[in-house]
Structures are given as structure tokens and as C-alpha cells.
């Protein structure tokens, strides 16, 4: 059975990646470009295990993938390319 983790004016999400080293969970969304962050020990299962941790000038985040070396979540848009250090 599905449930509702959180609702979010945005109108879809694209992309999801699992930080597996620091247990965090994010989600990449459309129409504003919000890449959306939730520490997995939360369950990710409420709207308050939800923050915004990016707000991207493009405004479809299609892709997400994690530099775990690194430590930096990279995603990718129709038009540009933003990173975040974890």
C-alpha cells in the first residue's frame, strides 16, 4: 500500500537519489526546480521529515546522482547543471 510521504506545490518529482553514506533521501522536483532533502532515520513518511535543501534557478530537476568520495549530490536540469556539497 502507497501513502503520501509529503505534498508539495510542486507538480511533479523527476528524480530521487539515496545518500547511503550519510542516510539522507532527496528528490528532485518540476515546475519550480526544488531539489528536496529528508534524513532517512525520520522514515520519510510525513510532511515534516521534508526541507527544502536546494532551490535551483532551472526549473526541472530531471536528474540526481551522488559523489559519495566527494561528498556532493549532483543534479541535473534541462538547461544547466547545479551541485550541492553534502
Known amino acids: 500500500m ?15 537519489a539515496v545518500d547511503s553514506a550519510n542516510g539522507v533521501l532527496y528528490a528532485g522536483s518540476g515546475n519550480s526546480g526544488i531539489i528536496y532533502r529528508c534524513a532517512l532515520s525520520t522514515g520519510c513518511d510525513s510532511s515534516g521529515d521534508f526541507t527544502e535543501a536546494y532551490d535551483s534557478p ?17 543534479a541535473g536540469s534541462g538547461s544547466k547543471r547545479h551541485y550541492l556539497s553534502l
Open 2 to 16: 502507497f501513502t503520501v510521504a509529503t505534498d508539495t506545490s510542486e507538480t511533479y518529482i523527476y528524480s530521487m
Open 58 to 74: 532551472a526549473l526541472y530537476i530531471y536528474s540526481l546522482t551522488i559523489d559519495s568520495v566527494n561528498g556532493v549530490l549532483y
